[in-house]
């Protein structure tokens, strides 16, 4: 089966930075969109960024320039490199992908989250 893993968060003072992989991996035929989400505590799920196979990028607008999403399709990961981090981004981060396990088969996946808190 596919899965989708995070890695690179953890905890950094405000206005630091941390950058965030996800490396997909298992019956892959070819991956299209990938993306990140985020969750605060009881807050939903919303998104951070979104990139294509062929690098077009989407961002939310509260992103306000200080984050970059990049994708190394050879590698079948996704980065999400936060600058200038503030106490609000604090959230559990989640890796999205669209995959293709089969020529004709397209399917959504996330990963399990990796946690970013960042201090004040």
């Known amino acids: 089966q596919v899965q989708l893993v995070e890695s690179g968060g953890g905890l950094v003072q405000a206005g630091g930075s941390l950058r965030l992989s996800c490396v997909a991996s298992?019956?892959?035929?070819?991956?299209?969109?990938m993306g990140w989400y985020r969750q605060a505590p009881g807050k939903q799920r919303e998104l951070v960024a979104t990139i294509t196979s062929g690098g077009v990028t989407n961002y939310a607008d509260y992103m306000e320039g200080r984050f970059t999403i990049s994708r190394d399709n050879a590698k079948n990961t996704v980065y999400l490199q936060m600058n200038s981090l503030k106490p609000e981004d604090t959230a559990v981060y989640y890796c999205?992908?669209?995959?293709?396990?089969?020529?004709?088969?397209?399917?959504?996946?996330w990963g399990q989250g990796t946690q970013v808190t960042v201090s004040s």
């Open positions: 298992g019956n892959i035929f070819s991956i299209s969109d």
């Open positions: 999205n992908a669209q995959i293709f396990t089969r020529r004709w088969r397209n399917d959504n996946y």
